[in-house]
T-cell receptor
Framework: DSGVTQTPKHLITATGQRVTLRCSPR?????VYWYQQSLDQGLQFLIQ???????AKGNILERFSAQQFPDLHSELNLSSLELGDSALYFC???????????????FGPGTRLTVL | AQSVAQPEDQVNVAEGNPLTVKCTYS??????LFWYVQYPNRGLQFLLK??????LVKGSYGFEAEFNKSQTSFHLKKPSALVSDSALYFC????????????FGAGTRLFVKA
């Protein structure tokens, strides 16, 4: 058990809908990262937050947004969902900012999103 | 552009035999290098990382990895494979020169046969 929790485990929804994925980092970790894992794209970095502030952006669509709250949990919001958004969404956390440092990222179990 | 290559989609090895999962990278400077393992329906688990120093890094579950700067490789190894090692393995690279993104390889599926 990595200490990172994600809810829900599974989510099934329809195209055009909006969903929210939640992540709680390990105790003491200030950085939260979001990744999308799909068969055709592999593991893609979406966005990173550090202590409540956006730190880095990766391949995140404009339809997606995220935030990190004062208690350090994070939410990833996916809107106007398309079939291609079906994927496994992982959250990871680390102690530091992760900017060029050797921080180890600890991954949650993921949320499997299915868009029908 | 920075990239990570895992040239083998799948590696098959018999239990008790040594295993190698290959990783090469193209990143400027001297990056930090990581290996993660993913078991079915689970998140990624950290195995080991290379920061600096000795080119042979020892990690969890008896795994080790050899950093080769001239070949820009970071191959994962284990002297004696177990059936329970069967999983998906990811190599990852983070640019040391201020980059914030961790780039993952496509993954290599390891099958260990009893």
């Amino acid at each position: 058990d990595s200490g990172v929790t994600q809810t829900p485990k599974h989510l099934i929804t329809a195209t055009g809908q909006r969903v929210t994925l939640r992540c709680s980092p390990r105790s003491g970790d200030l950085s939260v990262y979001w990744y999308q894992q799909s068969l055709d794209q592999g593991l893609q970095f979406l966005i990173q937050y550090y202590n409540g502030e956006e730190r880095a952006k990766g391949n995140i669509l404009e339809r997606f947004s995220a935030q990190q709250f004062p208690d350090l949990h994070s939410e990833l919001n996916l809107s106007s969902l398309e079939l291609g958004d079906s994927a496994l969404y992982f959250c990871a956390s680390s102690v530091g900012k992760g900017t060029g440092g050797p921080d180890t990222q600890y991954f949650g179990p993921g949320t499997r999103l299915t868009v029908l | 552009a920075q990239s990570v290559a895992q040239p083998e989609d799948q590696v098959n090895v018999a239990e008790g035999n040594p295993l190698t999962v290959k990783c090469t990278y193209s990143v400027s400077g001297n990056p930090y290098l990581f290996w993660y393992v993913q078991y079915p329906n689970r998140g990624l688990q950290f195995l080991l990382k290379y920061i600096t120093g000795d080119n042979l890094v020892k990690g969890s579950y008896g795994f080790e990895a050899e950093f080769n700067k001239s070949q820009t490789s970071f191959h994962l190894k284990k002297p004696s494979a177990l059936v329970s090692d069967s999983a998906l393995y990811f190599c990852a690279v983070r640019d040391r020169t201020g980059g914030f993104k961790t780039i993952f390889g496509a993954g290599t599926r390891l099958f260990v046969k009893a």
